[in-house]
């Protein structure tokens, strides 16, 4: 499954972690391709053929034994890779191996052992190594360039080697003659597949960006619409629905770690009289100060802040008691009183008052059962003109 967008990607770290994602996939293609395709020539040189040239033998084995040493390596030494390029490097050191194993191949038809097979199989594996490492660049030549220079190489002297042999003195043609054309046809095979190797490589590179980068505005999309669920358009802090998401995430962990976990609810007044006198403008100016100040007396990472509704927030604090709740809400009130007193005073002759209700989460509470506690406490805080702390497990 492809991984998905998370908060902290920008466009660019997404992209590679899809190629990331995408190159893994090719290892797996690009290894089971190589053996697949070493195992059928093997089988064909030692199990279809009577006489097999020593020569061969060594060649085949040595190639085994390169790619297995070199595969070996790769898996001792790739933790010692720096870890922000580390798939990078491997799917260069993958692409080398097996592009030059490959290669090797093509000194069999040099040493009297001619595979019509190999062509056929050295094909497959261009079109494998193409689409396996695509998304990568330098991988992808690092795999098919070898096997194509080697083709050209042993295709070239073994087209000299038949020439040479049938080179008639009355044809009356010089030598550069008779080997020109043979040469020439050979480079020009070799050349077209590096033409078809690069572009088939470019499309599709080209569909992979372009559908990652599809992706990630899409995921990108939903991302922002879900985190706009999630928060008060006005102030910043979290909402009411992420306020209940939260509360069933720490209940469970309370209880499956069997902490300790406090809630604490704030009651602002009087905002609701200051929006009513002095504008919606004013008020809203007003509640972002306060959430702002309440942001700042929240500092634990994962203190939860969160608006209920107009003049009502709240705090959930995990590994937390009722006393240090408490010291919670004495810094939150206080900070509250810093901010707005002047503001409110002066305009409408009224004190602030921060009325502040903590609540203590008890193994045998559902989740349901504490948010309905809590509501209904919050309203029936006392109606007085000075702060208040009302704290009870639930």
């Not at 030494?77 to 490959?102: E, F, K, N």
């Not at 019509?116 to 998304?135: C, G, N, P, R, T």
């Amino acid at each position: 499954m492809a991984p998905l967008l998370t908060t902290d990607m920008d466009g660019q770290s997404y992209f590679e972690f899809q190629q990331y994602f995408r190159q893994r996939q090719g290892w797996k293609l690009a290894s089971l391709t190589f053996f697949t395709l070493l195992l059928l020539v093997v089988v064909e040189v030692f199990a279809v053929r009577s006489m097999v040239p020593p020569v061969a033998e060594a060649i085949l084995l040595g190639i085994v034994a390169f790619v297995l040493v070199a595969l070996a390596a790769l898996v001792l030494l790739h933790q010692a890779l720096p870890a922000m390029r580390r798939w990078q490097w491997i799917s260069t050191a993958l692409a080398a191996i097996y592009g030059l194993g490959w290669a090797g191949l093509f000194a069999l038809p040099l040493h009297g052992t001619h595979l019509a097979s190999v062509a056929l199989y050295s094909d497959l594996f261009i079109i494998i190594a193409v689409i396996a490492f695509f998304s990568y660049r330098s991988a992808t030549y690092l795999a098919v360039l070898p096997v194509l220079l080697a083709w050209l190489v042993s295709d070239t002297v073994l087209s000299n080697t038949a020439l040479s042999n049938t080179l008639l003195p009355s044809t009356g043609l010089s030598e550069t003659h008779t080997f020109g054309m043979p040469e020439a046809l050979i480079f020009f095979t070799v050349l077209v597949r590096v033409v078809m190797v690069i572009m088939v490589r470019e499309y599709l590179y080209y569909w992979f960006h372009s559908s990652v980068w599809h992706g990630y505005q899409e995921q990108r999309l939903r991302l922002e619409l879900a985190n706009v669920a999630l928060i008060d358009p006005l102030t910043g802090l979290q909402n009411h629905k992420h306020f209940d998401i939260v509360m069933e995430r720490e209940v469970l962990s309370a209880r499956r770690d069997n902490t300790q976990l406090a809630v604490v609810a704030l009651s602002i007044t009087p905002l609701r009289w200051y929006g009513m006198t002095y504008g919606q403008d004013a008020a809203k100016a007003l509640v972002k100060r306060i959430g702002r100040v309440l942001r700042r007396g929240t500092f634990r990472p994962r203190d939860f802040l969160a608006r209920l509704n107009g003049d009502e927030f709240v705090v959930v604090l995990p590994d937390t008691d009722i006393e240090g709740a408490k010291v919670v809400v004495a810094r939150l009130q206080q900070l509250v009183h810093q901010s707005c007193d002047t503001v409110i005073h002066q305009r409408l002759k009224q004190p602030v008052v921060v009325k502040g209700l903590v609540m203590e989460w008890q193994p045998d509470v559902s989740v349901h059962q504490f948010k309905q506690a809590l509501s209904t406490q919050l309203t029936q805080l006392p109606a007085q003109d000075v702060d208040t702390v009302i704290w009870q497990p639930e």
